[in-house]
């Protein structure tokens, strides 16, 4: 019998992740990995895809990095044919991709000035790829039965930005906002997540979603004071505490454990 403790490893499984190079990204797979998995890396750009296998620290035989765009359904195929020519099977997909389109300011611009080109660009990855990507791994976990998704969302999918805490913000050299299109996307994503696992439960597939607090990731020191200080917990997320939750989705540990919403958000959303 498997011991409580065993069950949360993922020892000779293989996890797919995308946005493998962000913030996120990096945790999730160095947890992957320390868990015992395969992990196949996704991201846009190969340069910062290389940078995250090489801070992994793990032997290369486990890791498979290269670039996908997964709002290019042709690209995605193409990754999927990769990933299971070189690890066989696909036994976990996070999707963990979002963007900020490639214009930060127009990013954050106001909701009665927001460019429609810069909502569809965010929408193209953070819930058409989401899509896309569960599509295609979810066709091979078919084959077999039995998989699980994991597909990262926000606090912000759930309940709506609180203004205040942007006064005096700053992040990367401008001030920051929460956009529609982001919290839109994020809602979208938790929909799909849902949608998922009662539509492949039968089929052994078990989807369910991370929905992180804010993180600590290059804030100034005014909105990290201002975020503390309307989170019950008193402060910021680390990037590393939401790892453990990840590993707990994705493991056996899980296993009765389909279309859940799990929050990591010192409490934020028990308001």
Not at 101 to 116: G, I, M, N, V
Request: glycine share 10%; with cysteine.
């Amino acid at each position: 019998m498997t011991g409580a403790l065993d069950s949360f490893r993922l020892d000779g499984k293989t996890v797919v992740l995308t946005g493998a190079s962000g913030v996120l990204g990096r945790r999730f797979g160095a947890g992957y990995l320390e868990a015992g998995a395969n992990l196949v890396a996704l991201d846009i750009a190969q340069q910062t895809l290389d940078e995250a296998a090489q801070a992994f620290g793990i032997s290369s035989a486990r890791i498979l990095a290269f670039a996908c765009d997964i709002t290019d359904p042709a690209d995605v195929d193409r990754a999927i044919a990769r990933a299971t020519d070189h690890f066989g099977v696909l036994d976990v997909l996070h999707n963990n991709a979002a963007s900020k389109s490639r214009d930060l300011r127009a990013f954050f611009a106001p909701f009665e000035d927001y460019s429609l080109e810069t909502w569809r660009e965010v929408m193209a990855v953070n819930i058409d790829g989401m899509f896309l990507m569960a599509q295609r791994v979810g066709r091979e976990m078919l084959k077999r039965r039995q998989g699980a998704v994991i597909q990262t969302a926000s606090i912000y999918g759930l309940v709506g930005p609180d203004d205040a805490i942007y006064e005096g913000s700053d992040y990367l050299g401008g001030p920051i906002n929460t956009p529609a299109v982001y919290a839109a996307s994020k809602a979208a994503v938790i929909g799909l997540t849902r949608y998922l696992a009662t539509h492949w439960a039968k089929h052994g597939i078990r989807v369910n979603c991370l929905v992180p607090g804010g993180v600590e990731s290059g804030q100034n020191l005014e909105f990290s004071r201002r975020y503390s200080a309307r989170a019950p917990m008193g402060r910021m997320a680390r990037d590393e505490e939401m790892v453990p939750a990840a590993l707990y989705l994705a493991s056996d540990a899980s296993s009765y454990v389909t279309g859940q919403v799990l929050a990591v958000d010192g409490g934020w959303t028990a308001w």
